[in-house]
T-cell receptor
Framework: DGGITQSPKYLFRKEGQNVTLSCEQN?????MYWYRQDPGQGLRLIYY???????QKGDIAEGYSVSREKKESFPLTVTSAQKNPTAFYLC???????????????FGPGTRLTVL | SQQGEEDPQALSIQEGENATMNCSYK?????LQWYRQNSGRGLVHLIL?????REKHSGRLRVTLDTSKKSSSLLITASRAADTASYFC?????????????FGQGTRLTINP
């Protein structure tokens, strides 16, 4: 059963705390992405990675950090420097554009983060 | 920054009717993709149209692309209650060899039984 899993589904954080969101895929995709979605809005790109041990900032990277130590995993840390972290976070993966393409992105079910 | 602007922001129709959603964008693109999102869920890819294509079909979906007007439309024919969802267009740009998707704000579609 291939796909992308995100955990937890709901996450509550106190102000000033760092929190890490998990994203795992078994689609054998090289490229992975993190997006943020605010109510009634589209998605905005936080970070993306085209290959293991490499990642780039997206449009709204400030206050976030990522790592890509394994092909299957791309965790996102929301740090205390992120001023307004309450949002819906979506992880996605795809075949990298270097392989030809274009290609669609496959999305996980999302994590809803609330800062108390 | 969000490149895509979708119109209308919300659309409510009766089951069986056709639904048309429009997307406009600002810069040259490699391809344009449409996604669907049920409330509180992840996005599901619907259809991809390349910049050198003008129309594409998939089941009850029809997508058109007019690069001269920088616009695209998604038509859902014979709508069903299960089509109720938000629909997003995403323009694909290539930056340093990587495809980046820029999403519009979406159209919230409600199909009334």
């Amino acid at each position: 059963d291939g796909g992308i899993t995100q955990s937890p589904k709901y996450l509550f954080r106190k102000e000033g705390q760092n929190v890490t969101l998990s994203c795992e895929q078994n689609l054998n995709h090289d490229a992975m992405y993190w997006y943020r979605q605010d109510p009634g809005q589209g998605l905005r790109l936080i970070y993306y990675s085209q290959i293991v041990n490499d990642f780039q900032k997206g449009d709204i990277a400030e206050g976030y950090s990522v790592s890509r130590e394994k092909k299957e995993s791309f965790p996102l840390t929301v740090t205390s420097a992120q001023k307004n972290p309450t949002a819906f976070y979506l992880c996605a993966s795809s075949i990298p554009s270097a392989a030809g393409g274009p290609y669609e992105q496959f999305f996980g079910p999302g994590t809803r983060l609330t800062v108390l | 920054s969000q490149q895509g602007e979708e119109d209308p922001q919300a659309l409510s129709i009766q089951e069986g009717e056709n639904a048309t959603m429009n997307c406009s964008y600002k810069t040259s693109i490699n391809n344009l993709q449409w996604y669907r999102q049920n409330s509180g869920r992840g996005l599901v890819h619907l259809i991809l149209i390349r910049s050198n294509e003008r129309e594409k079909h998939s089941g009850r979906l029809r997508v058109t692309l007019d690069t001269s007007k920088k616009s695209s439309s998604l038509l859902i024919t014979a709508s069903r209650a299960a089509d109720t969802a938000s629909y997003f267009c995403a323009t694909a740009l290539y930056i340093q060899g990587a495809q980046k998707l820029v999403f519009g704000q979406g159209t919230r579609l409600t199909i009334n039984p």
